[in-house]
Structure formats: structure tokens, C-alpha cells
């Protein structure tokens, strides 16, 4: 699954390295960002998130004790559903949009002709939210049958799709057009999604559950998902709304002559799809994978083979990510500097938007461990102790980036880092009331392995660094330094931090180690 998670974000960086190259840091890209940003989040707190968290336990359960045929029935009653009660909030949405424009980033009023822009990206991209959200359902239906890989390469599908699409469209009718390239790859953003969907059907029908439109709200399957997605819909939101308070702030930075500035969204937006790779390669993955196992586990009252199955996801999670923060603040001027430093794409935008993901990087441990905690009480049947942690996440947050952004001088990477605390703190939270109602999950040997692998990463760091030093002085062009440091540093650090786990005991190293060495075995053609 992490395989096919990382071909979805290398996709995605190419979508991204189009973006740039057309776009660089600008107006244009500010307004497509928050065009594309206010349906995500409008996914992220229904499609993806609460109705994932809430239909992947709810069916899993029914997969598990009642059987294929009442499992189909209820993700039909789902999937009608959907269709009619996120298509009608698309609707809402199109008609609102000056609304939540205005509501979002206040600050666009002030540059001319940005605000009208962003309405109109918003609006072409609403219906993306309706193809997501049966996407995501597709996606649970096929992870409770066992199946990873397909719905993990839909998202790949959905890059391909927007980036082709769009640049067809833009070079075609969008040349007859003001802004006709930025709005052609708005339409890319819905054809992607089309594209998304579609590639996940037929793993659906050889599986056996095509769509038959049934709608039942009656339904007691239909009534239980409703009731986990009311406190889901906040229990996931908390880092989607972060960000979105903080293009709020960030929208309204000004320069020393009190001009807002043009960048700080685009700076942002870049720094967090950076760190999507990892987070995606690892948060993302091992929580999908996750997910339905311990939902089984609760279905048949394995409580014990819940905390290790958990405890074991935690230790995975901590093992990918720490190396992974520490790498991304090391490196990313140079990684940076080599995906989108092209064509409007500054240094000095390279420059920021490292600063950004150095900030962001601090929180990538609590993000992906979230994604893990969170579902862990859904198939528990609790959504109310997400909800009050993520409404404590977003109250914190508000109140961190005011106070970061007045009083440090930060700017944009301030907002980054306020982000990053609320996750670590949103995550140990989860992490503390979920231990409390399984009676632990192996704490004291997840402490010592974070300590173990902190160390083996600080390590790492300090290799990356002399590395990079060296590189930068060897050559020339800072085009050649950045990319001799991509092509060397990142497998020396790679190989460094796992010469020193193996030689500080790091124990997640060793499952990885054997896992790896197991799927190679299953491919050998011997």
C-alpha cells in the first residue's frame, strides 16, 4: 500500500511541479489554492474523513458477522445516500462561495480581481466534493475486503486526470480566455476526480459490490454511520481547519510598508503538499491498513489483539516519521529548490516555502499518528472523545498562530508552526484517553523506541547536513549543488539512520527489515 501511496504523491509532485512552473507563488496561485482548498476541506471533514471513520468500522462489522449479502446492502443505502446529501451541499457551496471566499481569506478583497477568481475556481470545483466522496466509500468497501493496492493508486489516477486535462484544456480553448490556464486546470481538478472514482469500480464489482440505488434512512446500518459522522465531522477536521485559519492570517501578511503580501498562501500550500509525501507514505497508509484489522478485532471482542495491533501501528508510524522531520528540515531548501524552482518559481519563494516545511515537518509525527488514534475510538464506537480533542486542537491553534505570528516575527512560518504544535498535542491527548480505556498501549516501550529512533535521526541530520555543506561548495551552479545534494544526501541519510538504529536496537527496525524481505521473497518469480 505505501508503494502505491508513493506513486499518488510522485504524481502529485509532478501536478505540483506543473503548478509551479505555470503559476509560480502568485495571485493566480493563491486563488486557485483556495478555490481547490475550500472543497478539501469540506471533503476532508465529510467525504474522506467522517465517512470513512464512520463507514469503515460500521461495515467491517457487518462484513465480519453478517455476511456479503447485507454488507452490499448497506453500502448501496451509503452510496445513494451520498449522492443526494453531498450533491445538495455542492449545490450550497456554488451559491456561497463569495461567502466563504470573503470568509476565508479577507485579504483577497484588497488585490484586484484575486477575490472574483477565487468564486470563480471555487465554484468550478464544488462538484469534485460529490465524486470524492463516493470515491472514499469505494475505497472502505475495498479495504474491509482486504484490498489496498487499487483504491491506494486512485489518488494517482486523480493527478494524472486533473494535469492532463487541465494543460489539454489551457492550451486549446483556455488561450482564448483571461486566466483561461488556471481556470482550464480547475476543470482538470473535476475531470481527476471522475477519473479517481472510475478506476476503482471494477475492483468493486469482481468483489461483489456493484452499485444498486437504495435509500432507506431507516436503514439501522445507515442510522448508526449517521450517528458516528455528527461528532466525526469535528473529530477529523482539526488540521484541515487549522490550515484553514491560518490562510486566513496568512492572506493578510503585509511587508514593512504595511502592502499585503503576494505568496505567503502559495508558500504555505507548497510546504504542506511537500509534506504529504511522508505523511501520506506513512500516516496514511499504515492507518488504512490499520483500520479495518482493529475494527474486526472490536467486532469480535479481541481486546488484546487491539491494543498490540494498535501499539505495533504507533511504533510503525513513529520508526517512518521522526527520520522523515528531521530529513524534510534539513533538506528542503534543496528539494524544494529541484521540484518547483522553475519557470515564476523564485529562489526566494524556494527559500520560504522551505521555511514553511521546516515548520511543518515539527508536527509530521502527530499528524500520522493521529490518523491512527482517531479511528482506533471509532471502532470503539466513540466519536465524542475526537470531537472534544480536535474543538480543544482548533481553539488551541487560534490562539497560537495569533500569538506566534504578533510576537515572533515569523511571518507565514510561524502559522506553519502553530499547526505542528497542535498536532503533537492533539495526538498525545488521543493517545493518553485511548491508553486510559485499554488499560495501556505498551507506552513505556513506545517512549523508549521514540528515544532510540530521535537519536538514530539526530544522527542522520547531522550527516544530511555535512553532505549538503559540502555539496553546495563543490559546485557552482546552485541548479547542479541542489541537485547532487537530492541525488546523494538523502540515500546517505537513509543508509546512516539505519546503520545506527540497527546499532541502538531500534525494534520497529528489525519488523520493517523483515517485512520488507518477506514481500521481496513473495515476488520472486522463485
Known sequence: MSAAVALSRLTGVVREVVMARLFGAGASYDAFLLGVRIPNLTRNLFAEGALSSAFVPTFTRYLSTRGKRDAAELSNQVATALIL???A???????????LVALLAPGFSQVPGKAELSILLTRIMFPFLVLVALAAQAMGVLNACGIFGV???????????????????GFTLGR?????MIVSMAWGVVAGGVLQLLWQA?????????FRPSLNFRHPGLREIAVLMLPALVGNAATQINVTVNTNFASSLTDSAGHVLNGPVSWLGYAFRFMQLPLGLFGVAIASATLPAI????????????????????????????????????????????????GRFTAYDTHQTAL??????AGLAGYSATKVLAPAFYALNDARTPMWVSLGSIAMNLGAAWILVKRTGLGHAALALSTSLVALAGSAALFLLLGSRLGGLNGRRLAWSALRIAAAAIVMGVACRASSSAIHLFFVSEKLAELADVAVSIPLGAAVFYAAGRFLAVEELEGIRSAVLHFFKECSPT
Open 176 to 180: 482564448r480566455f483571461e486566466q483561461g
Open 295 to 342: 475494527s474486526r478485532s472490536a467486532a469480535l471482542d479481541r481486546m488484546a489483539e487491539f491494543r498490540e495491533t494498535l501499539a505495533r501501528s504507533l511504533g510503525m508510524v513513529l520508526l517512518l516519521t521522526i527520520p522523515s522531520s528531521v530529513g524534510l528540515a534539513v533538506m528542503g531548501e534543496s528539494m524544494i529548490g529541484v521540484v518547483y524552482q522553475w
Open 85 to 87: 446529501v453531498v450533491g
Open 151 to 169: 483504491p491506494a493508486l486512485a489518488s494517482s489516477f486523480f493527478n494524472i486526470g486533473s494535469v492532463v486535462v487541465g494543460l489539454a484544456l
Open 202 to 210: 471494477p475492483a468493486l464489482w469482481r468483489a461483489g459490490f456493484g
Open 89 to 99: 451541499a455542492c449545490l450550497l457551496g456554488i451559491l456561497l462561495s463569495p461567502q
Open 356 to 361: 514553511a516545511l521546516a515548520c511543518y515537518s
